[in-house]
């Protein structure tokens, strides 16, 4: 019985998202309106795990994923979690080293403790080391989780000890500057799914003013982001461009060399 009632929670979660759009659904102030170029206040105080005060931008020194959940959470909350601690695991990209994570409480009510086993319970699912400080899980109070989620275009309700609320990340700059949102797929298994791929080029997308791999570049430069599907699709005019380039580029060459090695070979 626990178990279909925590399926209802998240169907009915996921339901909640897919209908932000829809302005007569009695609940379209809840999901996530994208704000990209949008920027998120990083001079807001947090609490760690540890009960010490952060300040958000202490955190956010280089492309950073922004993950909003409530740690007693009935619901998505942790199998989303555990899909993000899954592709962290994925990716040949290093927590602290290319990104940081960091995830913030939207209950005011919840404590550091609570923030620290969550902590516990997501961590291992990586299945590699964390830096210490590349995955922050953080609680705060009423005012600034405010500031932060509406600056993100994160919208929930409080219903009673729960929440209703969407299943989504958001990756800024070190700036803050929102540059792309991920969304967690719902599979025919039950499961949640993010695409290792996905999380890659949300990642290289926030890292452009930074050094990313050559490999990286060229990925980005095949692929579009589609925010309808909310994925990355082949960008078939851009190659089918620089095709194009390339064999007029080898046409120019070709007629401009060919007449002076026939003009040589009649001499």
């Known amino acids: 019985m626990n178990k279909i009632i925590v399926i209802l929670l998240m169907l009915f979660t996921l339901s909640a998202g897919d ?3 829809a302005e007569t659904d009695s609940y379209n102030d809840i999901g996530i309106v994208e704000k990209l170029g949008s920027y998120v206040p990083l001079n807001l105080t947090f609490t760690n795990v540890d009960g010490k005060k952060v300040i958000l931008k202490d955190l956010v020194n280089k492309p950073t994923l922004l993950a909003f959940v409530y740690y007693k959470c009935p619901g998505i909350c942790t199998p989303i979690l555990t899909e993000l601690a ?4 994925k990716v040949d990209l290093v927590p602290g080293e290319d990104y940081n994570i960091v995830t913030i409480s939207i209950d005011q009510n919840e404590k550091p403790a609570d923030a620290l086993e969550k902590k516990n319970d997501i961590i291992g699912f990586t299945g590699r080391y964390i830096e210490p400080g590349s995955w922050s899980f953080l609680t705060g109070d009423s005012i600034n989780i405010k500031l932060v989620t509406e600056a993100a275009g994160y919208l929930f309700r409080r219903i009673g000890n729960n929440f209703i609320h969407s299943g989504g ?7 803050g500057k929102i540059c792309r949102y991920l969304y967690p797929d719902y599979t025919s298994k039950g499961q949640f799914s993010i695409l290792p791929f996905d999380f890659k080029m949300a990642y290289v997308e926030t890292a452009q003013g930074q050094q990313v791999k050559t490999m990286s570049k060229l990925i980005k430069f095949c692929f579009n982001y589609d925010p309808k599907g909310r994925t990355y699709v082949f960008n078939i005019t851009r190659i089918f461009g620089v095709l194009i380039l390339v064999f007029m580029t080898l046409f120019m060459v070709f007629v401009v060399v060919k007449p002076k090695k026939t003009k040589i070979a009649g001499r």
């Open 19 to 21: 209908n932000i759009f």
């Open 169 to 175: 990340f958001m990756f800024i700059t070190k700036e």
């Open 86 to 89: 899954n592709v962290v695991g």
